[in-house]
C-alpha cells in the first residue's frame, strides 16, 4: 500500500514562502506531482517531477516562483513556493505514480491528504 503524507502548509502574507514537503511510504519508483484546489473550484496542476529529476513540469501561474524537487533517499519530494501570491490559496495535494518518467498529462495513482496554503493579502 502506497502512503503519501504531505505536510507545510500554513498561513502566509503575499510575497511569502512556504515549503511543502511529500513523504512516500513506498520501495518502488515514482513520478511525482503537485495539484491544487481552490474553494469553488476544480482540481488542478501544478507541478510534476520524474524519478531521477531530470524531467520537470510547470503550470505557467506558478513557473518561476515554484520549484519541485526530490530526495529520493528521503522519499520525499518538495514544492518550495515563493512570491505568494492570493490566488495560490489552495488544499495542495502530492500525487505519485509507479513509472520512471513523467508525460504531459499523465494520470496519477495514489493521492495525500491534502495540506492547506493560504496565502493573506
Known amino acids: 500500500q502506497v502512503q503519501l503524507v504531505e505536510s507545510g502548509g500554513g498561513l502566509v502574507q503575499a510575497g511569502g514562502s512556504l515549503r511543502l514537503s511529500c513523504a512516500a511510504r513506498?520501495?518502488?519508483?515514482?513520478?511525482m506531482g503537485w495539484f491544487r484546489q481552490a474553494p469553488g473550484k476544480e482540481r488542478e496542476f501544478v507541478a510534476a517531477?520524474?524519478?531521477?529529476?531530470?524531467?520537470?513540469d510547470y503550470t505557467d501561474s506558478v513557473k518561476g516562483r515554484f520549484t519541485i524537487s526530490r530526495d529520493n533517499a528521503k522519499n520525499t519530494v518538495y514544492l518550495q513556493m515563493n512570491s505568494l501570491r492570493p490566488e495560490d490559496t489552495a488544499v495542495y495535494y502530492c500525487?505519485?505514480?509507479?513509472?520512471?518518467?513523467?508525460?504531459?498529462?499523465?494520470?496519477?495513482?495514489?493521492w495525500g491528504q491534502g495540506t492547506q496554503v493560504t496565502v493573506s493579502s
Open positions: 500525487a505519485g505514480k509507479e513509472t520512471l518518467y513523467y508525460t504531459t498529462n499523465m494520470d496519477f495513482d495514489y
Open positions: 513506498a520501495s518502488s519508483s515514482f513520478a
Open positions: 517531477i520524474s524519478w531521477s529529476g531530470s524531467m520537470q
